[in-house]
Each structure stands twice: as C-alpha cells, then as structure tokens.
Nanobody, 123 residues
C-alpha cells in the first residue's frame, strides 16, 4: 500500500509563501495536490506525471508551482502570494494513471491520498 506523507503547512500572512512537500513510499506515475476548505468540496490544484508534464487549475496558475523529484519520490508545491481564500487543508494525491491531467477534475477516482497539511493565511 503506497503511503503519502505531507509536510510544510502552517500559518502565514497574506502575501507570504509556503512550500509543501509530499513523500511517497514508492514510485507512482501521477501525483497531484488538492485542497479542501471548510464546507467546500475537494478542489484540484495541480498535477504532474513522471515525464514532468504539469497541469494546473486556472484558479492557481501563476501562483502555484508543482514539481516532482522522481528519484526521491517527492512532490513539491510552491505557493506564492498567498491569500486568505487559500486557507484550507492541502492534500497530496497519487494515481497510477495513465491520464494524469484528468484527476484534477475527478478527485473521486484518485487512488491514494495523504492525511493533509493545514494552510492558514491571515489578512
């Protein structure tokens, strides 16, 4: 059973930055980040496959950057210019594929999830 462990969340002021990490216990083709705010559904943010092909939700383009270290099975999400509306639990996700792009719109079909890391942005 693949394990995903997130880290890097915290409390920051508006305009700040955070770097979230997700360590996977083994190789998997597709990894991504989602978030869920209180009383809202799970929102897909960004995904990347093992070839480095990335997909972003329109709402985060330009502020969020996803990257993956295939040798270390580690996923990174760099978040800049944080806003209070970015406050949410952020989840690492992994899927064997082959369609990595589609997982952002279809979180229900993602196979593996981490426990989440909280991001809180104050104004």
């Amino acid at each position: 059973q693949l394990q995903l462990v997130e880290s890097g969340g915290g409390s920051v002021q508006s305009g700040g930055s955070l770097r979230l990490s997700c360590a996977a216990s083994e190789y998997i083709y597709c990894m991504g980040w989602f978030r869920q705010a209180p009383d809202k559904g799970r929102e897909g943010l960004a995904a990347i496959d093992s070839y480095g092909l990335t997909t972003y939700a329109d709402s985060v383009k330009g502020r969020f950057t996803i990257s993956k270290d295939n040798t270390a099975n580690t996923l990174i999400l760099q978040i800049n210019s944080l806003k209070p509306e970015d406050t949410a639990m952020y989840y690492c996700a992994a899927d064997p594929g082959p369609d990595c792009k589609s997982i952002l719109a279809e979180p229900m079909r993602v196979v593996y999830w981490g426990q989440g890391t909280q991001v809180t942005v104050s104004s």
